[in-house]
């Protein structure tokens, strides 16, 4: 059965930084791709980062320049480096696996940045 667990997140003030991370296991086939969506209270989810094996990341418009997603294929995690927080980025942050074009998603992290 997989697992995709979530790690990181919590309060920071303006300006400052986090780090999202999640590991995804118990899967037979491999990993196509993985990444982090977030949800703001009242919103939709949308996608903050994404990077596909063996390719180059993505971001969302809003993020670029001070979020850089990463992994390590060897231990089937993602990382999310998150700088220059603002209040604009206070969500619920999922992960997401893709794993043989099925799509699984963490628990969800709350991440709250103060002004």
């Known amino acids: 059965q997989v697992q995709v667990v979530q790690s990181g997140g919590g309060l920071v003030q303006a300006g400052g930084s986090l780090r999202l991370s999640c590991t995804a296991s118990?899967?037979?086939?491999?990993?196509?791709?993985m990444g982090w969506y977030r949800q703001a209270p009242g919103k939709q989810r949308e996608m903050v980062a994404t990077?596909?094996?063996?390719?180059?990341?993505s971001y969302a418009g809003s993020v670029k320049g001070r979020f850089t997603i990463s992994r390590d294929n060897a231990k089937n995690t993602v990382y999310l480096q998150m700088n220059s927080l603002n209040s604009e980025d206070t969500a619920v942050y999922y992960c997401i696996a893709i794993i043989n074009y099925e799509h699984y998603w963490g628990q969800g992290t709350q991440v709250t940045v103060s002004s």
């Open positions: 990077i596909p094996t063996g390719g180059g990341p």
């Open positions: 118990g899967m037979r086939s491999r990993i196509n791709g």
